[in-house]
Structures are given as structure tokens and as C-alpha cells.
Antibody, heavy 121, light 110 residues
Framework: QLQLQESGPGLVKPSETLSLTCTVS??????????WGWIRQPPGKGLEWIGS???????YYSPSLKSRVTISVDTSKNQFSLKLSSVTAADTAVYYC?????????????WGQGTLVTVSS | QSALTQPASVSGSPGQSITISCTAT?????????VSWYQQHPGKAPKLMIY???KRPSGVSNRFSGSKSGNTASLTISGLQAEDEADYYC??????????FGGGTKLTVL
């Protein structure tokens, strides 16, 4: 059974860098059939796509966050990671990692449970 | 980047049908058959309900259906049930390997 699990600090200070890791079990992150993505949801608000990564390391970012986002992959650990720099209170959100199917069934089909990150001093 | 507009809320009585629209400001939806819909209950992760405009994943009730006309995609739920009360989000491929979500629609079952 495929599972995705987000991990990382739940509290980050303003101007610092938010760092999260998503550990994938039950599916190889090295498959050519998937992107691996990050999506966030501020409290009481909607979903926002942050970016995605292919196992080869190719990355795709939201234009609105591109200047502050870095997504990387570690195929040896079956993990991918998110770094968001220069955070402000507006970056407070539940952060989800998810699998995006590329070849048929195109959509985010599996999601992590989400992790709340609060930006506060 | 394109934006996807959804109604903030819709409501219906048990047994009725409702439709949630998702309109793109550019031709993203019209150009690609890559619209997906997600259901989210409070405190839970989103769940895939429809992919590629109108296809249902295994295990999703056939009361859920999707369609598209021009730059507007739609999610229809027939035979409304209490457990359908949730937030619903559309998502589409927006070109250059980017994705965009709609603002979400809160469905209330009266």
C-alpha cells in the first residue's frame, strides 16, 4: 500500500527557511510514471500547488513561489524534499506531499496526511 | 498563470443533484483534458474523485461525474448523501509542467 509521510519542523521563524521531507513507501520514487509534488493549504483557505519533481531531478515550480522554492529528490532514500526560503506568516499552512500520475490516470492519486507549519517568532 | 474560479458554496438536499463549476481565465481547461477533482473533509487530506475530466478512480461512487465545455469544467454529484458534505477542488494542467487549483467550493447537504 502506497504511503507518503511528511516530516519536518512545525515552527519556523520569519525570514528563515522552511524545510520538509516526504518519505514514500510502497512505490519507487524512481518510476518514470510519476511526478512527486508539494501542495499547501493555509488555515481556512484553499489548496495551492507549490511544485513538483521528477525522479531525474527535473523540477517545476509555481510562478508565484518560484523565487523562494527548491524541491529535491533522494532516490536512495525514496524521499523528496521542499525548501521555502524567506518565510513570512503568509507561509503558515498545512503542507501536503502527493504523487502525480503522468501516464494515464493523470492526477494526484495519493496524498500524505499533511503537516502544519507555523511561521512565528 | 491562469486562475480557476469556483463558486464559494453550493447546497442541496439529500437525493438531489448539484453541479460545481470550475472556470479558467485562460484556455488551460479547453486545451487539455487534464482536469481533476478532489474532495476534502475537515482535517483530512484531499481525495481524488475525478481525473482527466470525467474518469472515476476505482472505489469512487458513480454518483460523481465530471464534464467539460470550453474553458469550464464541472463536477456533478447525483443522489446527494450526507457524507458528500465537504470541500471540493478542481485542478488542471496549466502548461509548462505547471498545475493550478481552483479556490474550492463548500458543499452543504441540507
Amino acid at each position: 500500500q502506497l504511503q507518503l509521510q511528511e516530516s519536518g519542523p512545525g515552527l519556523v521563524k520569519p525570514s528563515e527557511t522552511l524545510s520538509l521531507t516526504c518519505t514514500v513507501s510502497g512505490s519507487s520514487i524512481s518510476s518514470s510514471s510519476y511526478y512527486w509534488g508539494w501542495i499547501r493549504q493555509p488555515p481556512g483557505k484553499g489548496l495551492e500547488w507549490i511544485g513538483s519533481i521528477y525522479y531525474s531531478g527535473s523540477t517545476y515550480y509555481s510562478p508565484s513561489l518560484k523565487s523562494r522554492v527548491t524541491i529535491s529528490v533522494d532516490t536512495s532514500k525514496n524521499q523528496f524534499s521542499l525548501k521555502l526560503s524567506s518565510v513570512t506568516a503568509a507561509d503558515t499552512a498545512v503542507y501536503y506531499c502527493a504523487r502525480y500520475v503522468l501516464t494515464g490516470d493523470t492526477a494526484f492519486d495519493y496524498w500524505g496526511q499533511g503537516t502544519l507549519v507555523t511561521v512565528s517568532s | 498563470q491562469s486562475a480557476l474560479t469556483q463558486p464559494a458554496s453550493v447546497s442541496g438536499s439529500p437525493g438531489q443533484s448539484i453541479t460545481i463549476s470550475c472556470t479558467a481565465t485562460s484556455s488551460d481547461i479547453g486545451n487539455y483534458n487534464l482536469v481533476s477533482w478532489y474532495q476534502q473533509h475537515p482535517g483530512k487530506a484531499p481525495k481524488l474523485m475525478i481525473y482527466e475530466v470525467s474518469k472515476r478512480p476505482s472505489g469512487v461512487s458513480n454518483r460523481f461525474s465530471g464534464s467539460k465545455s470550453g474553458n469550464t469544467a464541472s463536477l456533478t454529484i447525483s443522489g446527494l448523501q450526507a457524507e458528500d458534505e465537504a470541500d471540493y477542488y478542481c485542478c488542471t494542467y496549466a502548461g509548462s509542467s505547471t498545475l493550478v487549483f481552483g479556490g474550492g467550493t463548500k458543499l452543504t447537504v441540507l
